[in-house]
């Protein structure tokens, strides 16, 4: 009997305005949720991501591994402002996907769409709708 193939997450999403576009962002708010992140999904619309939510501000890297969908990886500040988007590789299990500055707050989308939103270190995003619907744990 062949093994099932996990699912997915399937979390509450937030509509987040990022440069110029809206992402329905899923929100992962706790350790669970954050450390299978978006591992298991085969595909993803240019307009979905999603957005974990931290409770201490530290330096942090991210993996691939079981995470099928290339990926931009943008790492916010306290204030809300970009500090660097960094590329997630398909099924890298190596946490080389980093920070450059302490962070509380990682955005996944799929690749390009960073450049595509025209969004550049330093530019601010407003999380409040995530924020208004997380239990950061």
């Known amino acids: 009997v062949p093994t099932p193939r996990p699912e997915p997450q399937n979390l509450p999403t937030a509509d987040v305005v990022i440069g110029d576009r809206t992402y329905k962002l899923m929100v992962a708010d706790d350790p669970d949720e954050r450390a299978t992140g978006l591992m298991h999904r085969r595909q993803m ?3 979905e991501g999603m957005i974990f939510l931290f409770n201490e501000t530290t330096l942090r890297n991210f993996y691939m591994k079981d995470t099928y969908v290339p990926l931009d990886v943008l790492f916010l500040d306290d204030e809300g402002r970009l500090i660097n988007v960094d590329e997630g590789r398909p099924l890298d299990a190596r946490p080389t996907i980093r920070s450059d500055a302490p962070t ?3 955005i996944e989308l799929r690749r390009g ?11 601010a995003i407003d999380i409040t709708p995530a924020l208004e619907i997380a239990d950061v744990q």
């Open 45 to 47: 619309g240019d307009d």
């Open 113 to 123: 769409q960073a450049n595509a939103a025209g969004i550049e270190a330093g530019d």
């Open 104 to 106: 509380r707050t990682v």
